[in-house]
């Protein structure tokens, strides 16, 4: 995994993107469409802990989904912060569990995923993510 190199005047976060052995993907729609966002990945702001950590605790909290990160996908500048975004699968937990940031689990093929996650700053994590998944 690439050095974290955080941008001057964001803060620093991380996320995953959360993969079944089929192909599937895991999105969340957050509460309210907070921060204009009709579907996202989960993520949020490292705040003392690592950058990995953050990236499990940020799925449990938004998707109730327990996760193993299995690997690095992309670094990129967000609204507010410079978020690093892992690859991870399910290993276990239940989408009923999703914490109070959450309205919605959505387990979509990642065909799909465009049509739901429509905020400019998860473009580039898609067609990332479409290059790597293939």
């Given at each position: 995994?690439?050095?974290?190199?955080?941008?001057?005047?964001?803060?620093?976060?991380?996320?995953?993107?959360?993969?079944?052995?089929?192909?599937?993907?895991?999105?969340?729609?957050?509460?309210?469409?907070?921060?204009?966002?009709?579907?996202?990945?989960?993520?949020?702001?490292?705040?003392?802990?690592?950058?990995?950590?953050?990236?499990?605790?940020?799925?449990?909290?938004?998707?109730?989904?327990?996760?193993?990160?299995?690997?690095?996908?992309?670094?990129?500048?967000?609204?507010?912060?410079?978020?690093?975004?892992?690859?991870?699968?399910?290993?276990?937990?239940?989408?009923?569990?999703?914490?109070?940031?959450?309205?919605?689990?959505?387990?979509?093929?990642?065909?799909?995923?465009?049509?739901?996650?429509?905020?400019?700053?998860?473009?580039?994590?898609?067609?990332?993510l479409i290059k790597t998944l293939g």
């Amino acid at each position: 995994e690439p050095i974290f190199e955080p941008m001057a005047g964001k803060k620093s976060a991380a996320g995953v993107v959360l993969v079944e052995p089929d192909g599937r993907v895991w999105a969340f729609a957050p509460s309210n469409a907070y921060g204009a966002y009709k579907a996202t990945f989960p993520k949020g702001q490292a705040d003392g802990l690592s950058l990995k950590a953050t990236a499990i605790k940020e799925a449990l909290e938004e998707t109730g989904l327990k996760v193993e990160l299995t690997g690095f996908l992309i670094d990129i500048s967000r609204t507010t912060s410079f978020t690093r975004f892992y690859l991870a699968r399910r290993t276990g937990g239940n989408p009923a569990d999703m914490g109070w940031e959450a309205q919605a689990v959505m387990l979509m093929p990642k065909h799909l995923l465009a049509t739901h996650l429509t905020a400019h700053t998860d473009a580039p994590i898609l067609d990332h993510l479409i290059k790597t998944l293939g």
